[in-house]
């Protein structure tokens, strides 16, 4: 299974943008690369996926490498609402069930 | 949100003792999963399914069976619970076309003693 590699954690300041990065060199063509983020004592949320063009949405932007070896999440305005785990995974578009790979993930400390 | 729901979200019981869990959606998918996560770990794989009844082992499926016998439920038993299953499960689903995310309900809290 290709891997992910991200720092363990990360720290910000509130209202400031956060670039969250993500390493996976052995990505291949058809994987596509989700971000999810787990606050405490929840289920993971998705957040946002790409294939191969950067994406927007109203939680995030993702900006792919054009190598497509790496990857950042963008957090445009950082709110404490945003402090979470966040792990970046790598899913197969193909038709099929998707058994994603949890890393251990960035720790994201939004300081007020 | 997307429509799953878990039961029990809290749960308490003695080593030896079998164990069900219950997934619901709302939302018609084909693809279920049921995983588990332990303090400072990301989450792992236990089975999955692709439709009524059928289902695959994950990453750590030993200890654990499911049923699915309607699109809309999914079941994760113990059938004899042990300690090191005292975990917190999650349950997700996610549509049939490739590369789409996952949806996770809120996780049940099981501890055994």
């Known amino acids: 299974d290709a891997k992910t590699t991200q720092p363990n954690s990360m720290e910000s300041n509130e209202e400031e943008p956060v670039h969250l990065p993500c390493n996976h060199s052995t990505i291949s063509g058809t994987d596509y690369i989700h971000w999810y983020r787990q606050l405490p004592s929840q289920g993971p949320e998705y957040v946002i996926h790409?294939?191969?063009s950067n994406v927007n949405n109203r939680m995030a932007s993702l900006a792919i490498a054009e190598d497509r070896k790496s990857s950042t999440l963008i957090l445009h305005r950082a709110t404490l609402r945003d402090a979470a785990v966040y792990y970046c995974i790598l899913s197969l578009g193909i038709q099929g069930a998707q058994k994603l790979v949890f890393g251990q993930g960035t720790r994201l400390t939004i300081n007020p | 949100d997307a429509g799953i729901t878990q039961s029990p979200r809290h749960k308490v019981t003695e080593t030896g003792t079998p164990v069900t869990l219950r997934c619901h959606q709302t939302e018609n998918h084909r693809y279920m999963y049921w995983y588990r996560q332990d303090p400072g770990h990301g989450l792992r794989l236990i089975h999955y399914s692709y439709g009524v009844k059928d289902t695959d082992k994950g990453e750590v499926s030993d200890g654990y069976s499911v049923s699915r016998s309607k699109t809309e439920d999914f079941l994760l038993t113990l059938e004899s619970a042990t300690s090191s299953q005292t975990s917190v499960y999650f349950c997700?689903?996610?549509?049939?076309?490739?590369?789409?995310?996952?949806?996770f309900g809120d996780g049940t809290r099981l501890s055994i003693l």
């Open positions: 790409g294939l191969t």
């Open positions: 997700a689903i996610s549509e049939i076309r490739g590369g789409q995310p996952q949806h």
